[in-house]
């Protein structure tokens, strides 16, 4: 079965300074898709970035980017330029390739950003 | 852009009482999935169907059920609640056929408190 460990529970950043959010997984699959989820206070599931595992070049989104270790199974998120509204837990999560597959989540970092 | 709607928002029970969950997906979406996250907790994955058909299960209760209907809509039947069984239940929904990451968009949530 698979599985996704988020090491960090809570992690702090002041605003516009760069954190870098842990996320290693296990499995025995070869293709599968990997995901960062924000939930802010209003507990809304928010996609922030994405990562097939059979592309080499890692994602980036506008401030998000990651870093995807397929050996090491490992899929860290590195956020730059921090702002207040980044304020928010963060989820890692794991898809098999296959239709209909459910997602399976990491417990969580708990981010806040402060002034 | 429509999004997923999920209703009621917010649900109150008493224990040993029923509950319907319902969940309107995207339109043209095939896929529903739901997901049940506790206080504190990560999001945990239900039960799924495609094209009205169940894809996957997870964790899902013998008290819980769950249908696909005709319109696509879905919904999470709970009998016997538990105080246990308070959370925020997610459906999220995606369309299989449309490409490479299948991404899940989620809804709102519905909370619902077992007393």
């Known amino acids: 079965a698979q599985t996704v460990t988020q090491s960090q529970p809570e992690m702090s950043v002041q605003e516009a300074e760069t954190v870098t959010l842990s996320c290693t997984y296990d499995t025995s699959e070869n293709n599968y898709y990997l995901f960062w989820y924000k939930q802010p206070p209003s507990r809304q599931m928010i996609l922030v970035i994405r990562?097939?595992?059979?592309?080499?070049q890692n994602a980036t989104e506008n401030r998000f980017s990651v870093n995807f270790q397929k050996a090491a199974k490992s899929f860290s998120l590195k956020i730059s330029d921090s702002q207040l509204g980044d304020t928010a837990m963060y989820f890692c999560?794991?898809?098999?390739?296959?239709?209909?597959?459910?997602?399976?989540f990491g417990k969580g970092t708990t981010l806040s950003v402060s002034s | 852009a429509a999004g997923v709607i999920q209703s009621p928002r917010h649900l109150i029970k008493e224990k040993r009482e029923t509950a319907t969950l319902k969940c309107y997906p995207i339109p043209r979406h095939d896929t529903v999935y739901w997901y049940q996250q506790g206080p504190g907790q990560d999001p945990q994955f239900l039960i799924s169907?495609?094209?009205?058909?169940?894809?996957d299960k997870g964790s899902i209760p013998d008290r819980f059920s769950a249908q696909q209907f005709s319109d696509y809509h879905s919904e999470l039947n709970m009998s016997s609640l538990e105080l246990g069984d308070s959370a925020l239940y997610f459906c999220?929904?995606?369309?299989?056929?449309?490409?490479?990451?299948?991404?899940?968009?989620f809804g709102p949530g519905t909370r619902l408190t077992v007393l």
């Open positions: 990562q097939e595992a059979y592309k080499q």
């Open positions: 999220a929904s995606s369309l299989v056929s449309g490409g490479p990451y299948n991404e899940q968009f």
């Open positions: 169907f495609y094209e009205k058909m169940q894809s």
């Open positions: 999560a794991f898809m098999e390739a296959q239709a209909g597959t459910a997602l399976i």
